[in-house]
């Protein structure tokens, strides 16, 4: 009988982000990499792959015009105990 590693492994992750230099900046902090960064001719898109020496990847997606929207106010919708 053969037996089957049925183990859940991530291979990447991809995210979106404000500002790609300070978030790759961030992760070289856990071991990433820039493997590969690709701009569109307007440049509404940057995306960059980071990688880490065990081959994870991590994706990262910056659209032009989130840059300009305000940093989320992380209380909204939390509840608020006195």
């Given at each position: 009988?053969?037996?089957?590693?049925?183990?859940?492994?991530?291979?990447?992750v991809?995210?979106?982000?404000?500002?790609?230099?300070?978030?790759?900046?961030?992760?070289?902090?856990?071991?990433?990499?820039?493997?590969?960064?690709?701009?569109?001719?307007?440049?509404?898109?940057?995306?960059?792959?980071?990688?880490?020496?065990?081959?994870?990847?991590?994706?990262?997606?910056?659209?032009?015009?989130?840059?300009?929207?305000?940093?989320?106010?992380?209380?909204?919708?939390?509840?608020?105990?006195?």
């Open positions: 009988m053969e037996v089957v590693d049925n183990t859940f492994a991530a291979h990447h991809a995210l979106t982000v404000k500002d790609i230099e300070t978030s790759a900046a961030f992760y070289a902090i856990f071991g990433f990499r820039l493997a590969l960064q690709w701009t569109a001719r307007d440049g509404s898109l940057i995306i960059a792959h980071l990688s880490r020496a065990d081959g994870f990847i991590l994706d990262m997606w910056q659209y032009a015009v989130n840059r300009k929207r305000p940093i989320a106010e992380l209380d909204t919708g939390a509840a608020t105990f006195t």
